[in-house]
């Protein structure tokens, strides 16, 4: 089946109240029907649900379709996009491993690896390229992970990803790309010879801005060790959440063919304005990495960063001046969202991670909803004549 009708008709076994739309499985715990059933359960010898830390329906029907979407092997959902990449290092990292990362990533984490795995002896290079030849160069004989964002948060940077599934391969290091701006729906980095993907579902995947979630995915050898994890250390996503995420797939296609739509649009109009310095859109012919990202994107996503041409305070004045977009810290909503990363979401990070992760401080993220083009542009129109 192709993607949209995975995305509608995978779905949990109906049950006996023959119900169309699957239920939230709100249980903590399951019933056996005698002792020996119980026993051959807890111990995995027939499946079955024990607990919802372990499996619970609406999660399944959720990983199981985020999954397929992927094209992978299984997948596991968390609580947030942080508890899914704090699983995976927690799960394939052991003291005097070493991580590359690249710089361009989101801030938070760095910071699990600068605050935490560091000080369990996990060491980690950052960096700063988007040239697999520059990260080859970086690998030590201790390297078990590489992991990159592509598109980037919010540098939109774009990694190559044929070209990095084969060199990690090559060197036997495990590859994992964040895959939360571009979703399944316009790019499968496991197609490309990656090993995992992350994704904060928080972001388009719900795509509304209501809860939060993560999820990895990957093959059966890496999603066995998470599921383990999961089930000891507990960051298992909440089976409401999860029905509203696997709802939201649903419309996952058609919101992203918007979101892209409006992005697009609002790029090529901003790349004509007088006041702005530049702009960033991966499907913008200008971007630096435009051949690649037609390459591995089906479209360029509904992320647009742009500079104003003049100082901090002139970005203020654009940002103050905004009165439909929200001011706010999500992205990925129906409802068009500005932020300021430099002094927000990228803010703990030192001015120079900020400088090589491409954030400047007069840099402007405009995460594009599905209102009309037309009240999106002009919108932002009034805000930049006040400058
Ligand atoms: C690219 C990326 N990865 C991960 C995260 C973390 O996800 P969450 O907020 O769901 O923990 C975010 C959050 O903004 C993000 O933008």
Redesign the pocket.
Known sequence: MKFETLAIRTQTQRGKQREHSTPIFATSSYVFDDADEMRQIFSDEIPGNVYSRYTNPSVKEFETKVALLEGAEAARATT????A?FTTFACLLAQGDHVLMSQA??G??IKVMENYFQKWGITFTLVNSQDPAEWEKAILPNTKIAYF?TPS?PGLQIFDLDAYGKMFAKNGIISIV?N??ATPYLQQPLKFGIDIV?H????YMDGQGRV???VIVGKNNHIALIEQFMRNAGPSLSPFNAWVLSKSLETLAVRMDRHCENALQLAQWLSQHQKIKSVSYPFLEIHPAYEIAKKQMKAGGGIVTFEVDGDLEKGKKVLNNIKMMSMS???GDTRSIITHPAST?HSKLSPDQRSLAGITNSMIRVSTGLEHIDDIIADLNKALSTI
Request: negative net charge; proline residues 0%; aromatic residues 8%.
């Open positions: 947030t996009g942080m508890a990449i990533v989101f938070s984490t964002e948060n964040d939360c701006f992350i904060s579902a928080t972001k939060m979630g993560g810290a999500n992205l979401t």
